[in-house]
């Protein structure tokens, strides 16, 4: 089956960089996707990542490796409003290309 | 062009009663999928319609059913509640279903609270 894997809770502090991890099992790897959830309200689309590497947007980036089963979330010069869970998903052949999310990992900042 | 839109936002329900929660998608999007999220939990995922047709089930009981109509609009229905229904539901709509880098884009979800 499926597993995916993030820390529960992380903490930074305003103005540093912070590394979100999210390591996966499937079977038939089609994508992982990043997500930011503030509290109370959806989803948000972050990255998509396809092929090996890092892709940058901003402040973020998103880096996979598909050979580890290995993703990231790098975040740059962090705000206050950074303050929220990041979610990881996986779409793959078997889960019939469904995306299957992590828990997610409730990021706090501090000043 | 205009997000995706979740009716009604805040929904009140009593046990043993039914509640039908409806969901428009982005113009243009065909798929539309159901998540249930729960405080602590990650999305637990629903289902998935794309041209009117279920194309993938999660794992809940008969009592949560679904649908999608022509113009791509889709509901949820989820009779018998129990106090464990409470949560909030999403819906994400997706240009189509399959895979590759089809995006979904979240509603701002139907907060149903089980009484």
């Known amino acids: 089956g499926q597993n995916i894997d993030q820390p529960t809770e992380m903490t930074a502090t305003e103005g540093a960089i912070v590394q979100i991890n999210c390591t996966y099992q499937?079977?038939?790897?089609?994508?992982l996707f990043w997500y930011q959830q503030h509290a109370g309200e959806a989803p948000t689309f972050l990255s998509y990542n396809v092929l090996d590497g890092l892709e940058e947007k901003g402040r973020f980036s998103s880096f996979l490796s598909r050979s580890k089963g290995y993703s990231y979330l790098l975040l740059k010069e962090l705000q206050m409003k950074d303050s929220a869970s990041y979610l990881c998903?996986?779409?793959?052949?078997?889960?019939?290309?469904?995306?299957?999310w992590g828990a997610g990992t409730k990021l706090i900042i501090k000043p | 062009k205009a997000g995706v839109t979740q009716t009604p936002r805040y929904l009140i329900k009593t046990r043993g009663q039914q509640v039908t929660l409806s969901c428009s998608p982005i113009?243009?999007?065909?798929?539309v999928s159901w998540y249930q999220q729960t405080p602590g939990q990650g999305l637990q995922f629903l289902f998935e319609y794309f041209s009117e047709t279920q194309r993938n089930k999660g794992n809940f009981p008969g009592r949560f059913s679904g649908r999608q109509f022509s113009n791509s609009r889709s509901e949820m229905n989820v009779s018998t509640l129990e106090l464990g229904d409470s949560a909030l539901y999403l819906c994400?709509?997706?240009?189509?279903?399959?895979?590759?880098?089809?995006?979904?884009?979240f509603g701002p979800g139907t907060r149903l609270t089980v009484l």
């Open positions: 994400a709509s997706s240009l189509e279903a399959g895979g590759g880098a089809d995006t979904q884009y």
């Open positions: 113009s243009g999007h065909r798929s």
């Open positions: 499937t079977s038939g790897f089609n994508g």
């Open positions: 998903a996986v779409r793959a052949r078997d889960s019939n290309y469904q995306l299957i």
